[in-house]
């Protein structure tokens, strides 16, 4: 998703916001300390997951869908391209962009492919659910994207033809948690230099197109059969789909359900495996409850072979390459703070034993390690599992952290290898595992929100990990705002789960993250530009009068407004504006002395929440409100009183989409653009 942000207070720059960016170890130290957070209360990561998932629902779907159709990007890039063509010269002329990155900080990855065609496991494939498709050729060392299309789609699986190498796939559209639905599934046979995508697979709402509305992973059998789990947003379109004319062409197998719409049983598959000896596996239930099956010809009929309890949806597999006989299955847990099963199978099938859980640190002052949810009930997001090529016994489970053990699973075998906060002993890798791919017996590339890691020492009982986002940029920034020097290279962005960062390099430089969790909205003081406020979610801020030297924690109380809360702040009169209620906007009066001194405000006309925020920078005292049934209002003497009259501007999106954006003139108050992040506005 892109938007363009323009500070009103400056024509300096233009700033354009995408999920092309990324994160690593800074090379550069910046020293900051926090003044006070004592009551700060951090939102639990399951909290943030669904947060950002709805959020993202919110501004984006067709009101009269009820979806995220993102397959509508291909009709509108086409349109895009016919424009420009007939232009005959830039969108914008006279302006020269200049990425800023960061080069060190990525993004959540789901998809990574070692390239067949490279002997030596050096060529690498990267899918980022924000910020499209990348390879390397060094082992990560650098990354080149494969173009600026796929930036805007959900890259979810990768896979490659074993016995044609040079034909490749990738599925699009996050399901686990997101519902952000994708473009069907891409190929090329020209080992990955172009790519199209398959007709067959245009995601739609007739049949059979709309099966591939989720593309949650991707297998070539040894055949070259092509074998999909996928799920869709009606009722029992998902399952597995099969290929035998490489995409032109599907069958597809819903399960032991395939019941009338309304039931209990829906039908959706969320992972598939082939084993060593080519019998392939499959993961059904993603919204419910299911089982998992197997099939022995290639994909053609399928038998359940153990089913979950009702409560139990999402299902993870992993299969031994060494040993067709050991499949391992990690299975969600929905039940209020409910633990996640392992499971596994040494026959094929035929019986299944239940693994301990591994234990993991919970406190991270004295490192003590609890036996409880190691995904911290996030078993719906962040989940996945692998076994060692060599050794059927050595697995590798990850949910907000990794875990690997040496003996299937069995109690006491388990070892935390890395965390999240990088403390007590254990590697430093980003929170949230979503993906591994082995290199060889030893080496294995790990996909989670914070990008890509490399371990090349899985052998050892405490292996290391080398972070390889540097230049992959896949990071989804919210916002940004610009220090007020001329020629400053100073910028403050809020970032999906990869904090607020701050830039102070030219170019595509590295950036140093001054507060955690989600970043979103940013302010820097143009009259001062010493004075920053970094944005958490909902109406949580910190504040710095030092440029980061030392900052503060103010934050307001009920976690009021959006997930990601849109916000302007007032140079002149030091006072910030933020969503708050369907009723009114919330005034944060002191920010300047780091204060805690907050007015809810009540605005007639005000009937959703508020979706936009910017004060006019032509006349004092005025704020335009963006909603999110469409609705734009103007108020007038907004420093001061707790109720404003808001007065109604004809923009005609009334009840047909989310405003995301106002912007006014400088000079010129009536000129007005507003913009709307609703696909069907």
């Known amino acids: 998703m892109v938007s363009i942000s323009v500070n009103p207070r400056s024509k300096r720059a233009i700033y354009l916001l995408s999920s092309f960016v990324l994160l690593s170890l800074v090379s550069t130290v910046w020293l900051y300390t926090t003044a006070s957070t004592d009551s700060f209360q951090k939102l639990d990561l399951e909290e943030r997951a669904r947060g950002r998932y709805e959020h993202e629902y919110l501004i984006t779907h067709d009101f009269k869908t009820n979806t995220i159709p993102a397959e509508r990007l291909v009709e509108a890039r086409e349109y895009t391209s016919k424009k420009l063509l007939s232009r005959k010269k830039d969108a914008i002329s006279n302006i020269n962009w200049t990425e800023r990155g960061p080069n060190?900080?990525?993004?959540?990855?789901?998809?990574?492919?070692?390239?067949?065609?490279?002997?030596?496991?050096?060529?690498?494939?990267?899918?980022?659910?924000?910020?499209?498709?990348?390879?390397?050729?060094?082992?990560?060392?650098?990354?080149?994207?494969?173009?600026?299309?796929?930036?805007?789609?959900?890259?979810?699986?990768?896979?490659?033809?074993?016995?044609?190498?040079?034909?490749?796939?990738?599925?699009?559209?996050?399901?686990?948690?997101?519902?952000?639905?994708?473009?069907?599934?891409?190929?090329?046979?020209?080992?990955?230099?172009?790519?199209?995508?398959?007709?067959?697979?245009?995601?739609?709402?007739?049949?059979?197109?709309?099966?591939?509305?989720?593309?949650?992973?991707?297998?070539?059998?040894?055949?070259?059969?092509?074998?999909a789990a996928v799920s869709g947003v009606y009722c029992n379109v998902g399952g597995i789909v099969r290929s035998t004319d490489g995409g032109d062409t599907w069958s597809h197998y819903g399960g032991g359900s395939d019941a009338p719409c309304g039931s209990v049983k829906w039908a959706e598959a969320g992972d598939v495996e082939v084993a060593a000896n080519g019998d392939l596996w499959a993961a059904f239930g993603r919204a419910r409850a299911d089982g998992i099956y197997k099939s022995t010809n290639d994909g053609v009929s399928w038998t359940r072979v153990f089913k979950t309890f009702d409560y139990e949806y999402r299902i993870e597999l992993a299969t031994a390459p060494s040993n067709s006989n050991y499949v391992y299955a990690l299975i969600e847990n929905t039940q209020s703070q409910g633990v996640p099963r392992i499971i596994y199978t040494d026959d094929a099938g035929e019986d299944w034993y239940q693994s301990s859980n591994p234990p993991f640190i919970e406190d991270q002052l004295n490192c003590t390690e609890v036996t409880a949810d190691w995904t911290r009930d996030q078993d719906w997001y962040n989940l996945i599992a692998s076994v060692k090529p060599d050794d059927h016994k050595v697995l590798i489970v990850g949910g907000i952290d990794l875990f690997k053990s040496t003996n299937s699973g069995a109690d006491g075998s388990w070892t935390q290898i890395s965390s999240w906060f990088g403390g007590c002993n254990r590697p430093d890798v980003h929170a949230d595992q979503h993906g591994i791919a082995w290199v060889n017996d030893n080496t294995a590339w790990f996909g989670n929100d914070g990008g890509l890691y490399l371990s090349s020492d899985l052998n050892q009982t405490k292996p290391s990990f080398i972070f390889k986002g540097n230049g992959y940029n896949v990071t989804q920034?919210?916002?940004?705002?610009?220090?007020?020097?001329?020629?400053?290279?100073?910028?403050?962005?809020?970032?999906?789960?990869?904090?607020?960062?701050?830039?102070?390099?030219?170019?595509?430089?590295?950036?140093?993250?001054?507060?955690?969790?989600?970043?979103?909205?940013?302010?820097?003081?143009?009259?001062?530009?010493?004075?920053?406020?970094?944005?958490?979610?909902?109406?949580?801020?910190?504040?710095?009068?030092?440029?980061?030297?030392?900052?503060?924690?103010?934050?307001?109380?009920?976690?009021?407004?959006?997930?990601?809360?849109?916000?302007?702040?007032?140079?002149?009169?030091?006072?910030?504006?933020?969503?708050?209620?369907?009723?009114?906007?919330?005034?944060?009066?002191?920010?300047?002395?780091?204060?805690?001194?907050?007015?809810?405000?009540?605005?007639?006309?005000?009937?959703?929440?508020?979706?936009?925020?910017?004060?006019?920078?032509?006349?004092?005292?005025?704020?335009?409100?963006?909603?999110?049934?469409?609705?734009?209002?103007?108020?007038?003497?907004?420093?001061?009183?707790?109720?404003?009259?808001?007065?109604?501007?004809?923009?005609?999106?009334?009840?047909?989409?989310?405003?995301?954006?106002?912007?006014?003139?400088?000079g010129n108050e009536d000129h007005i653009l507003v913009t709307s992040s609703s696909y069907g506005a």
């Open 104 to 227: 060190n900080v990525a993004g959540r990855t789901r998809a990574i492919l070692i390239d067949k065609n490279d002997s030596d496991g050096s060529t690498v494939w990267a899918g980022g659910v924000g910020g499209g498709l990348w390879k390397s050729t060094d082992s990560g060392d650098t990354w080149t994207a494969v173009n600026d299309f796929f930036d805007n789609i959900a890259i979810s699986t990768i896979a490659q033809d074993p016995n044609t190498p040079n034909t490749m796939y990738f599925g699009t559209g996050e399901s686990f948690g997101g519902g952000v639905r994708g473009m069907g599934i891409w190929k090329s046979t020209n080992g990955g230099d172009t790519w199209v995508q398959l007709s067959s697979t245009a995601p739609g709402d007739e049949a059979p197109n709309y099966r591939f509305q989720f593309v949650n992973k991707i297998v070539v059998t040894p055949t070259g059969a092509v074998v």
């Open 477 to 666: 920034f919210y916002g940004a705002d610009m220090h007020p020097e001329a020629g400053s290279e100073i910028m403050l962005a809020g970032a999906q789960d990869n904090g607020t960062q701050y830039f102070n390099q030219p170019n595509l430089g590295n950036t140093i993250r001054v507060t955690g969790g989600d970043g979103a909205f940013s302010h820097i003081d143009q009259t001062n530009g010493d004075m920053q406020i970094s944005q958490y979610v909902y109406n949580n801020y910190w504040v710095t009068t030092n440029n980061w030297s030392s900052n503060v924690y103010v934050g307001h109380s009920n976690n009021t407004g959006l997930f990601i809360n849109p916000t302007d702040y007032d140079d002149a009169s030091n006072l910030l504006y933020a969503s708050y209620d369907t009723d009114g906007y919330l005034r944060w009066n002191n920010p300047a002395t780091r204060g805690n001194s907050f007015t809810e405000v009540f605005v007639s006309n005000v009937n959703a929440t508020i979706s936009a925020i910017r004060l006019s920078p032509n006349v004092s005292n005025r704020l335009y409100l963006g909603l999110t049934n469409g609705r734009v209002l103007r108020v007038d003497g907004v420093h001061n009183g707790t109720s404003k009259i808001g007065t109604i501007l004809p923009v005609g999106l009334q009840g047909n989409g989310v405003i995301s954006c106002i912007e006014i003139e400088v």
